[in-house]
């Protein structure tokens, strides 16, 4: 919205009674309304282009060659085969969910461009035949005459024609807080890049802080620097995480196999027992059978889940998840690139420092009043300040005085402001003459560049020095620095020119944009978890280094800017960076190159951020996060993540997350591979032996499911993080969801709770029949699944050590699967339908002995690595 103050464009500022501080409208024409039509419609409206949208059909036809689509339909198909036709409707239910996500996905596109597109249409006040007329920010085209108006908003990239101490803040695109300074100029023809004082040109979606002016527009839409941001952002393609990768490599492999097996069972089968109708009807139910112990449905389950509830989990934290998957990418984030303004810092200019001779007063340590010097320092800058300003440091000034020198003779609400000396590119400084009531005494004030005040006080050489170190030693502290100069005159004596004024020196000014007090912790602890904190800004070098020390950075000394980045190949780019945290003097085309750099060095790449420069990086990083209370709506909808109270630490709590869901993820998963070792094994083995009857057979494999797919989601889910997860580097990104080492144990446990079956299964056959046999050996493979669950809740404690950490969920899976499997093997309408017999006591408790012992081997593991320290 535009916000103006005062009369319309033409009188003179509120307060100024000189023609120095009127903006000069005579002999503009403008564009007449029927060129201004024909451009209309020749260019398109002043907007960003918007996306064209996939149909239904084609996002269907992309979600159909998607592997694990292929995976959940073979799966529920072969469920309906079965004749279960509710496992089949959840399994075929997951495609529904698949194709929704895209769809989200599809959709967050559309709206940060939406966003962007609402951001650069403001109202405009334009002159068209001769006449001022207000239109929709669309409506502008190439060639209007854009009046510009403190506090309006620019609707179009152009060039300042005519200005009064014009000033925008450009932080939108630049990230740089503090507001610059632009310069009429009749002879311009392009564009400069944003940033940078004494320019002439003006940026679509800035805002005019200060001044009036007349810009002749060259670029609207999607030409415009806003525009090309969302052109860029419109490129961007979000890469599958390292999870989704790796779930899709996994599902493809075991579908295969699965769906190999499933063949191979049938065919083997018919041909050991001599073929047959009633042979093959039994090969192909054992065929399904395979089929459902390797066909992974769990895998996508898990993933879902998982992620799912950490989202939700992490939205406790103040952390808003956009994208799922990147709670677990941010596990493995090994560089988070964070801009300065706004997610370090408060993006909020504060009065610092006040230092009057050689005495320094630091105002955030001050317990008392001011000393008296101070007083006459901050009363003349605020008289030299608007009093209703919207220039940060004059906001900050304001805020100040209310704050220490409110109610005293210090401040002046009674006087009235007789002339301004506007800040001009030749003399960076403004001055104000008040009147005092007291006759024709004119106090005056002088605020502005140090070097300027020193002009305008006639500092001799010696003096000017002294200010010069003073200057450049609050300048090493990150501080922007301000001189202060007072004087005295009368109505009569007031000269024209502001050089001609008598003043003198009082002292200087020290603002900075505050430090977020959380970050310098946070910034540590993502030291210790291996995670590199690069800082990308477009302040100065000397600010983004104070900034860097205070937050806690390495290798502050190594600042690279926007210019030498320019001049450096990919190449050499990609090799510097691995040494420098801080980059300086950086537009947005370059923060999106800078994270393409580090991307190029294979690093998982987690991007902060608040603003509409922002959005390209945050989208193309792996992992975007957004500030949700100061950031715009295109950054929000750009990232994976938001944070909703901006607080830069919540995301040392997202790392600890996605870290613990990783490690949740790979005890869940070996479990499924742990636990499909025994079922295939015992789908399989019987079939090459003539005169092995089959021991599982699709009813108890539905019955094992109910054991492992609450096991693999609700139980490994909730397990809590291990306790050294933050003093761990992040994973190797080359590293897959499994080492060697960790499908090695997953198989070990699998293969003994396999060989410890078929052994009871073979004395079983000695002396019992063959129901009885079933019997016995999927008791002892039921125990060896709570067993396996009980040991792999966590790979560094003991299993005792964890039944003293509550897990609500375990205890309801090994309740439910002791109560189920009492019931199967006493009641006799249960034993009918899983072809089981009545068994004795004592050959029971062997079997479940032995289902209980088989895997003990791994504690004896984790007791040997505590041992050693591992």
Same mark, same amino acid.
């Given at each position: 919205?535009?916000?103006?103050?005062?009369?319309?464009?033409?009188?003179?500022?509120?307060?100024?009674?000189?023609? =120095?501080?009127?903006?000069?409208?005579? /002999?503009?024409?403008?564009?007449?309304?029927?060129?201004?039509?024909?451009?209309?419609?020749?260019?398109?409206?002043?907007?960003?282009?918007?996306?064209?949208?996939?149909?239904?059909?084609?996002?269907?036809?992309?979600?159909?060659?998607?592997?694990?689509?292929?995976?959940?339909?073979?799966?529920?198909?072969?469920?309906?085969?079965?004749?279960?036709?509710?496992?089949?409707?959840?399994?075929?239910?997951?495609?529904?969910?698949?194709?929704?996500?895209?769809?989200? =996905?599809?959709?967050?596109?559309?709206? $940060?461009?939406?966003? %962007?597109?609402?951001?650069?249409?403001?109202?405009?006040?334009?002159?068209?035949?001769?006449?001022?007329?207000?239109?929709?920010?669309?409506?502008?085209?190439?060639?209007?005459?854009?009046?510009?108006?403190?506090?309006?908003?620019?609707? &179009?990239?152009?060039?300042?024609?005519?200005?009064?101490?014009?000033?925008?803040?450009?932080?939108?695109?630049?990230?740089?807080?503090?507001?610059?300074?632009?310069?009429?100029?009749?002879?311009?023809?392009?564009?400069?890049?944003?940033?940078?004082?004494?320019?002439?040109?003006?940026?679509?979606?800035?805002?005019?802080?200060?001044?009036?002016?007349?810009?002749?527009?060259?670029?609207?839409?999607?030409?415009?620097?806003?525009?090309?941001?969302?052109?860029?952002?419109?490129?961007?393609?979000?890469?599958?995480?390292?999870?989704?990768?790796?779930?899709?490599?996994?599902?493809?492999?075991?579908?295969?196999?699965?769906?190999?097996?499933?063949? @191979?069972?049938?065919?083997?089968?018919?041909?050991?027992?001599?073929?047959?109708?009633?042979?093959?009807?039994?090969? %192909?139910?054992?065929?399904?059978?395979?089929?459902?112990?390797?066909?992974?449905?769990?895998?996508?389950?898990?993933?879902?889940?998982?992620?799912?509830?950490? &989202?939700?989990?992490?939205?406790?934290?103040?952390?808003?998840?956009?994208?799922?998957?990147?709670?677990?990418?941010?596990?493995?984030?090994?560089?988070?690139?964070?801009?300065?303004?706004?997610?370090?810092?408060?993006?909020?200019?504060?009065?610092?420092?006040?230092?009057?001779?050689?005495?320094?007063?630091?105002?955030?340590?001050?317990?008392?009043?001011?000393?008296?010097?101070?007083?006459?320092? %901050?009363?003349?800058?605020?008289?030299?300040?608007?009093?209703?300003?919207?220039?940060?440091?004059?906001?900050?000034?304001?805020?100040?005085?209310?704050?220490?020198?409110?109610?005293?003779?210090?401040?002046?609400?009674?006087?009235?402001?007789?002339?301004?000396?506007?800040?001009?590119?030749?003399?960076?400084?403004?001055?104000?003459?008040?009147?005092?009531?007291?006759?024709?005494?004119?106090?005056?004030?002088?605020?502005?560049?140090?070097?300027?005040?020193?002009?305008?006080?006639?500092?001799?050489?010696?003096?000017?020095?002294?200010?010069?170190?003073?200057?450049?030693?609050?300048?090493?502290?990150?501080?922007?620095?301000?001189?202060?100069?007072?004087?005295?005159?009368?109505?009569?004596?007031?000269?024209?020119?502001?050089?001609?004024?008598?003043?003198?020196?009082?002292?200087?000014?020290?603002?900075?944009?505050?430090?977020?007090?959380?970050?310098?912790? &946070?910034? !540590?602890?993502?030291?210790?978890?291996?995670?590199?904190?690069?800082?990308?800004?477009?302040?100065?070098?000397?600010?983004?280094?104070?900034?860097?020390? =205070? $937050? /806690?950075?390495?290798?502050?000394?190594?600042?690279?800017?926007?210019?030498?980045?320019?001049?450096?190949?990919?190449?050499?780019?990609?090799?510097?960076?691995?040494?420098?945290?801080?980059?300086?003097?950086?537009?947005?085309?370059?923060?999106?190159?800078?994270?393409?750099?580090?991307?190029?060095?294979?690093?998982?790449?987690?991007?902060?951020?608040?603003?509409?420069?922002?959005?390209?990086?945050?989208?193309? &990083?792996?992992?975007?996060?957004?500030?949700?209370?100061?950031?715009?709506?295109?950054?929000?909808?750009?990232?994976?993540?938001?944070?909703?109270?901006?607080?830069?630490?919540?995301?040392?709590?997202?790392?600890?997350?996605?870290?613990?869901?990783?490690?949740?993820?790979?005890?869940?998963?070996?479990?499924?591979?742990?636990?499909?070792?025994?079922?295939?094994?015992?789908?399989?083995?019987?079939?090459?032996?003539?005169?092995?009857?089959?021991?599982?057979?699709?009813?108890?494999?539905?019955?094992?499911? @109910?054991?492992?797919?609450?096991?693999?989601?609700?139980?490994?889910?909730?397990?809590?993080?291990?306790?050294?997860?933050? =003093?761990?580097?992040?994973?190797?990104?080359?590293?897959?969801?499994?080492?060697?080492?960790?499908?090695?144990?997953?198989?070990?446990?699998?293969?003994?709770?396999?060989?410890?079956?078929?052994?009871?299964?073979?004395?079983?056959?000695?002396?019992?029949?063959?129901?009885?046999?079933?019997?016995?050996?999927?008791?002892?493979?039921?125990?060896?699944?709570?067993?396996?669950?009980?040991?792999?809740?966590?790979?560094?404690?003991?299993?005792?050590?964890?039944?003293?950490?509550?897990?609500?969920?375990?205890?309801?899976?090994?309740? /439910? !699967?002791?109560?189920? %499997?009492?019931?199967?093997?006493?009641?006799?309408?249960?034993?009918?339908?899983?072809?089981?017999?009545?068994?004795?006591?004592?050959? @029971?408790?062997?079997?479940?002995?032995? /289902?209980?012992?088989?895997?003990?081997?791994?504690?004896?593991?984790?007791?040997?690595?505590?041992?050693?320290?591992?």
């Amino acid at each position: 919205m535009n916000k103006t103050h005062g009369s319309p464009i033409g009188m003179a500022i509120k307060e100024t009674r000189t023609s =120095q501080t009127t903006l000069n409208l005579g /002999g503009l024409s403008g564009l007449s309304e029927e060129n201004a039509h024909d451009r209309l419609i020749a260019e398109g409206p002043n907007e960003l282009p918007t996306q064209s949208k996939r149909s239904l059909l084609t996002i269907g036809f992309e979600v159909a060659r998607e592997p694990m689509f292929l995976m959940l339909v073979a799966a529920g198909s072969l469920y309906l085969l079965m004749g279960e036709p509710a496992d089949a409707l959840m399994l075929l239910g997951f495609v529904f969910v698949v194709i929704a996500i895209t769809i989200i =996905q599809e959709r967050r596109t559309e709206r $940060a461009l939406e966003a %962007l597109r609402d951001l650069s249409s403001p109202r405009a006040l334009v002159i068209r035949d001769g006449a001022h007329r207000r239109i929709a920010g669309r409506d502008v085209v190439r060639g209007d005459l854009v009046v510009l108006s403190e506090g309006d908003r620019v609707p &179009a990239d152009g060039l300042l024609r005519r200005g009064i101490n014009l000033s925008t803040d450009e932080s939108l695109l630049t990230g740089e807080s503090v507001p610059v300074r632009k310069v009429a100029s009749s002879q311009a023809e392009a564009l400069d890049k944003p940033g940078g004082d004494d320019l002439p040109s003006v940026f679509s979606g800035t805002l005019v802080t200060a001044g009036q002016g007349i810009a002749e527009i060259l670029a609207t839409g999607a030409g415009s620097e806003l525009g090309k941001i969302g052109k860029a952002l419109e490129r961007v393609e979000p890469e599958p995480t390292l999870l989704q990768k790796e779930t899709r490599r996994l599902v493809r492999t075991f579908a295969m196999v699965g769906l190999v097996a499933c063949a @191979l069972v049938v065919v083997v089968f018919a041909f050991t027992r001599g073929g047959g109708a009633e042979v093959w009807k039994q090969g %192909l139910l054992a065929g399904i059978a395979m089929a459902m112990a390797t066909l992974p449905e769990e895998f996508p389950v898990v993933l879902t889940v998982f992620l799912a509830l950490g &989202a939700w989990r992490i939205s406790r934290s103040n952390v808003l998840t956009r994208r799922m998957p990147a709670v677990e990418m941010l596990g493995a984030a090994t560089v988070l690139c964070v801009d300065k303004t706004g997610t370090l810092t408060q993006n909020r200019m504060t009065l610092r420092k006040l230092a009057v001779s050689h005495h320094t007063t630091d105002l955030t340590t001050l317990d008392i009043g001011l000393p008296g010097e101070m007083n006459s320092l %901050l009363e003349n800058a605020i008289l030299a300040s608007k009093r209703d300003p919207f220039d940060p440091m004059e906001r900050a000034l304001h805020d100040a005085g209310d704050r220490l020198i409110k109610d005293t003779e210090y401040l002046h609400p009674g006087w009235s402001l007789i002339r301004e000396y506007p800040l001009t590119p030749n003399l960076l400084a403004v001055s104000h003459a008040w009147g005092t009531g007291r006759g024709d005494e004119l106090i005056l004030a002088s605020k502005g560049a140090p070097e300027a005040i020193a002009d305008l006080c006639n500092l001799m050489p010696e003096h000017r020095e002294s200010l010069s170190r003073q200057v450049n030693s609050l300048s090493s502290q990150g501080l922007r620095v301000l001189g202060v100069a007072k004087g005295v005159s009368s109505l009569e004596n007031l000269p024209e020119e502001q050089h001609e004024l008598s003043l003198e020196l009082i002292g200087l000014l020290g603002f900075e944009d505050p430090l977020r007090s959380t970050v310098p912790g &946070a910034v !540590a602890e993502c030291r210790a978890a291996g995670v590199r904190v690069v800082m990308i800004t477009g302040d100065y070098p000397v600010t983004a280094q104070s900034i860097a020390r =205070q $937050a /806690g950075l390495s290798n502050c000394e190594m600042v690279i800017s926007g210019a030498e980045l320019d001049r450096m190949s990919d190449e050499v780019l990609a090799r510097r960076i691995r040494d420098v945290q801080v980059f300086a003097r950086v537009v947005p085309e370059q923060k999106l190159r800078i994270v393409n750099a580090l991307k190029a060095n294979k690093e998982i790449v987690a991007m902060t951020g608040d603003g509409v420069n922002d959005a390209p990086a945050l989208k193309a &990083a792996h992992i975007g996060i957004a500030m949700g209370g100061r950031g715009t709506d295109v950054a929000r909808e750009s990232a994976s993540l938001v944070l909703l109270d901006d607080d830069f630490s919540s995301i040392v709590s997202a790392v600890r997350l996605g870290r613990r869901i990783f490690d949740n993820i790979k005890k869940a998963i070996a479990f499924i591979l742990a636990v499909h070792v025994p079922i295939a094994g015992l789908s399989m083995i019987p079939v090459f032996f003539a005169d092995w009857p089959l021991l599982l057979l699709p009813v108890h494999i539905v019955f094992l499911e @109910l054991i492992i797919d609450p096991s693999c989601t609700l139980i490994f889910e909730a397990e809590e993080a291990e306790s050294d997860v933050m =003093q761990r580097p992040p994973r190797n990104p080359e590293e897959r969801l499994f080492s060697t080492r960790t499908i090695g144990m997953a198989l070990m446990q699998g293969l003994s709770v396999l060989a410890v079956c078929l052994g009871v299964f073979l004395l079983a056959r000695m002396g019992h029949s063959t129901d009885a046999s079933r019997a016995l050996t999927f008791s002892s493979l039921v125990v060896a699944f709570i067993v396996i669950i009980l040991v792999n809740r966590s790979w560094t404690k003991s299993a005792l050590a964890m039944l003293r950490i509550p897990n609500t969920a375990m205890k309801w899976v090994v309740f /439910g !699967a002791i109560t189920f %499997l009492a019931v199967v093997l006493m009641v006799p309408f249960a034993q009918r339908l899983f072809y089981f017999a009545p068994i004795h006591p004592m050959d @029971l408790i062997f079997s479940l002995g032995a /289902g209980l012992v088989c895997v003990l081997w791994f504690e004896g593991l984790k007791l040997t690595k505590r041992y050693r320290g591992d």
